[in-house]
């Protein structure tokens, strides 16, 4: 994998734009993030991480996790579009006051779910233990962020 660029950098490729701040938008993709992530509660609850459920539980935790960065992007009237947004929302992690540690660690997901998604990658009961300590860790953090005045 290639060091992840700047979000500035996002910018000027045109893969991350500024625009108008969408607060509805963003409060629906915190919804989905909630709705999401107690799903996921409930399935931890009634089974164990095992290799067959872990692409599964990486996949929600991913899409858990992004949710909220998206979130906080439109709340800061940002977006990404096309090849490369995924990466462009991941390096926004920096400008949210993410380590570079944490930085790294989404974009390993994130090029692990992308294999999990187009070319068959199958990922271990390890590997999404360490998946749900990242959530478990950031969700909190990120969801603050993404706090609207109603």
Request: without cysteine; hydrophobic residues 40%.
């Amino acid at each position: 994998m290639r060091p992840i660029r700047t979000f500035d950098e996002f910018i000027k490729l045109g893969v991350a734009k500024r625009q108008s701040t969408d607060i509805s938008r963003a409060k629906f993709l915190v919804g989905e993030s909630e709705q999401n992530r107690g799903a996921l509660l409930d399935l931890l609850k009634k089974v164990h991480i095992n290799d067959k459920n872990a692409n599964s539980i990486i996949k929600l935790a991913y899409d858990i996790i992004m949710g909220l960065v998206r979130a906080k992007m439109l709340l800061d009237g940002y977006h990404a579009t096309g090849q490369g947004a995924h990466e462009a929302e991941v390096s926004y992690f920096r400008l949210l006051g993410l380590k570079e540690a944490d930085v790294q660690f989404a974009d390993q997901l994130r090029y692990f779910r992308n294999g999990m998604l187009y070319y068959g990658t199958i990922m271990d009961k390890e590997y999404a233990r360490k998946v749900l300590n990242f959530l478990n860790d950031k969700y909190p953090l990120l969801k603050e962020m993404t706090k609207t005045k109603r």
